[in-house]
């Protein structure tokens, strides 16, 4: 068989980790949210070897192998594997991803795959849609359909993984509508994403909103929301913003706010991000933030300037 020298060409990707400021599961159904690309990432790097088999093997962010699977692909079935739950995960994707483009991984064209985080797995900012969007550039074809034909969810975070700046995310008609905004506030040192030391399910989430019956005002609300908190000119006037964000997803998900919960005493405001109860929270406050969540055994404290890409 005579292999093409574009065939046997190192392939080299990255995408970037995402954070939803505004909207959470609103934007499922149709509200304007704000999302920020970070400056945390995921590579994946392709060595084409004359072979019928796809070795697989994932780094951390300390470069420790967290995960090992090998692909026939023959028969696109897994040999071997570190886990098998992630290997059967990644399986689907690359499955997937074969029906949208026939030419992808055909048989004897195989290798060695390697994907490096340079962050954390439990931080939530991305592991999966930055691997999705990986996939999607490697094989040549688009992201949300490889998103939507294996995971529920909005796709903002694949927005994310190619954007340069802060971007208003919305579906219309199911279609990603996607606008790059300004959103540097001059408070930024203010800003602080801290770390609460679990990992939230977002697709148990997802699920049970789905389920929740939302009305057009309320994602009219949600959208003019989100626009006064990306044109937020005051610290004084984003807190306020945060904390009617917090009551009205609390009472629409009628579950208690972050703040309530854990940080009552809080000198600023906090909002849930994502998912609701895990990963990073936004709080908005003074610089004794830092010694407030340390006391309280939350160490991963990082500047708005510090994570946004």
Not at 49 to 56: A, F, M, R, T, V
Not at 156 to 161: G, L, N, P, R, V
């Amino acid at each position: 068989m005579n292999y093409s020298k574009l065939e046997m060409k190192i392939y080299k990707t990255v995408s970037f980790g995402k954070i939803l400021i505004s909207s959470e599961y609103f934007v499922l159904k149709g509200a304007l949210a704000l999302a920020i690309p970070t400056k945390f990432k995921q590579s994946l790097t392709f060595f084409p070897i004359k072979s019928d088999e796809l070795n697989w093997k994932s780094f951390d962010y300390k470069n420790k192998l967290w995960f090992e699977c090998i692909i026939k692909l023959s028969n696109f079935t897994v040999t071997s594997s570190t886990n098998k739950k992630r290997a059967d995960l990644l399986l689907n994707l690359l499955k997937s991803a074969k029906k949208f483009n026939k030419n992808f991984l055909k048989k004897k064209y195989g290798g060695k795959v390697e994907t490096n985080l340079d962050f954390p797995l439990n931080w939530g900012l991305g592991s999966s849609s930055t691997l999705i969007n990986n996939i999607s550039k490697w094989a040549k074809i688009n992201p949300y359909d490889l998103l939507w034909a294996n995971f529920k969810g909005s796709g903002y975070d694949i927005a994310c993984s190619e954007s340069d700046f802060p971007i208003h995310y919305q579906l219309r008609n199911h279609i990603p509508q996607i606008k790059k905004v300004s959103f540097n506030p001059s408070f930024h040192d203010k800003l602080f994403f801290v770390h609460l030391n679990q990992k939230q399910k977002t697709e148990d989430q997802i699920s049970y909103f789905e389920n929740k019956k939302t009305t057009r005002n309320e994602i009219d609300y949600m959208t003019n929301l989100t626009k006064k908190i990306t044109n937020s000119k005051t610290i004084y006037e984003f807190k306020n913003y945060l904390k009617e964000h917090e009551f009205f997803l609390s009472e629409k998900l009628n579950i208690n706010s972050i703040k309530d919960k854990k940080f009552l005493d809080y000198p600023g405001e906090i909002k849930s991000l994502g998912a609701w109860g895990g990963d990073f929270i936004l709080a908005a406050g003074p610089k004794s933030s830092y010694d407030y969540f340390n006391e309280k055994g939350y160490e991963t404290i990082i500047p708005f300037k510090k994570m946004l890409k």
